[in-house]
T-cell receptor, first 110, second 112 residues
């Protein structure tokens, strides 16, 4: 079983709509959680950290559910520029390495 | 510079040659990672350095791959006797011990 699992998509989203997707992780002792985005042929970029109480950054909302061991990302009012692959990242313990999911592709259409 | 710097940005090499890829992490970042990404694929973990601890080499695909890091600074990834399947983008990231990582722009390696 992979340590971090994501639905690969693609999620096809009309411009202006809301899209949400999850990521599950296997290590219940995981300490830190992040969402990255990766554009085609570019390096991944840190989108946001995910905090226990959930957090927002503009149109993006991240949630953590420790009991069910998943994190989620919701994008409101989708823009064409939101089209990308979103990578779920989990740090296993305080000094452990970052574990990357394979990514969820989001395609925002006009 | 302020970000993670990788060199070269592109490398074309003949099958069987050795290559060395370099990563300059963000100053003060104790953790450094190497990943490989083949075209259309996800990130493949290669190796992880954390401070002075022994590196986690569990992702290195064969003994042709090795990496070194000098203290908490520069790292080099060496691939010996390159094969065509080594063609990929090699990405380096650095972070503080407990934060998210920041990536360099990668080295695109093509083995011909």
């Amino acid at each position: 079983r992979k340590e971090v699992e994501q639905d690969p998509g693609p999620f096809n989203v009309p411009e202006g709509a809301t899209v949400a997707f999850n990521c599950t992780y296997s290590n219940s002792a995981s300490q830190s959680f992040f969402w990255y985005r990766q554009d085609c042929r570019k390096e991944p970029k840190l989108l946001m950290s995910v905090y226990s109480s959930g957090n927002e950054d503009g149109r993006f909302t991240a949630q953590l559910n420790r009991a069910s061991q998943y994190i989620s990302l919701l994008i409101r009012d989708s823009k064409l520029s939101d089209s990308a692959t979103y990578l779920c990242v989990v740090r296993g313990d305080s000094w452990g390495k970052l574990q990357f999911g394979a990514g969820t592709q989001v395609v925002v259409t006009p | 510079g302020a970000g993670v710097s990788q060199s070269p940005s592109n490398k074309v090499t003949e099958k069987g040659k050795d290559v060395e890829l370099r990563c300059d992490p963000i100053s003060g970042h104790t953790a450094l990672y190497w990943y490989r990404q083949r075209l259309g694929q996800g990130l493949e973990f290669l190796i992880y350095f954390q401070g002075n601890s022994a590196p986690d080499k569990s992702g290195l695909p064969s003994d042709r791959f090795s990496a070194e890091r000098t203290g908490e600074s520069v790292s080099t990834l060496t691939i010996q006797r390159t094969q065509q399947e080594d063609s990929a983008v090699y990405l380096c990231a650095s972070s503080f011990a407990t934060g998210g990582g920041f990536f360099g722009q990668g080295t695109r390696l093509t083995v011909v």
